[in-house]
């Protein structure tokens, strides 16, 4: 059915079933680390109490205009909240359940663990640079990968000059680590 001929609290029922944090394999932690985590946090606070309050203030505003159908500054305000809500009732889910890691810690610097930054060269001797972080703060065009992207398991407990497999839709492809740090970025 058309969403035009759906009531609003029809659809808020089917924008909760996106609540539910991305899924993490099975027995795994929501590994984070440090910055990603504040990050969360200081999105969280922005949200609660500064977006959140200036939306329910124009959507107080716009509802004392009249006719709230045809009032856009209500239903898009309206509109708005949810979203907000949604991302708030996200964000607490992913705290409540995140494991901070700090890189920084890492007593083995000779391997790749959670938050290394590795450099690695491909068949054609191209380097490129990834960062091992959390689910929630993979980030590719900074070049921070998810700990459970296909590259970052292929990476990890790797020394400098190995040479690992990575699969990749055109196949496997070798990979060799050529540096490994563990500064924060």
Request: aromatic share 6%.
């Amino acid at each position: 059915m058309s969403k035009a001929f759906t009531k609003e609290t029809d659809t808020e029922v089917e924008d909760d079933e996106d609540d539910a944090p991305s899924p993490l394999p099975a027995g795994t932690k929501n590994y984070i680390t440090p910055r990603g985590f504040q990050a969360m946090r200081d999105e969280l606070r922005q949200l609660r109490r500064v977006e959140r309050p200036k939306v329910v203030e124009v959507v107080s505003w716009a509802a004392g205009n009249g006719d709230r159908s045809e009032n856009g500054d209500y239903l898009y305000g309206k509109k708005r909240l949810r979203e907000i809500d949604r991302r708030i009732r996200f964000l607490l889910k992913r705290l409540e359940i995140a494991e901070v890691v700090d890189p920084a810690q890492q007593k083995n610097h000779d391997q790749v663990f959670f938050g290394a930054t590795v450099t690695y060269a491909d068949e054609q001797d191209n380097e490129r640079t990834v960062r091992i972080v959390g689910v929630d703060e993979a980030d590719l065009e900074r070049g921070e990968v998810s700990w459970i992207a296909p590259i970052a398991r292929a990476l990890l407990k790797a020394q400098e000059g190995d040479v690992v497999e990575l699969r990749t839709p055109a196949g496997p492809q070798n990979i060799e680590v050529v540096r490994i740090a563990y500064e924060d970025k």
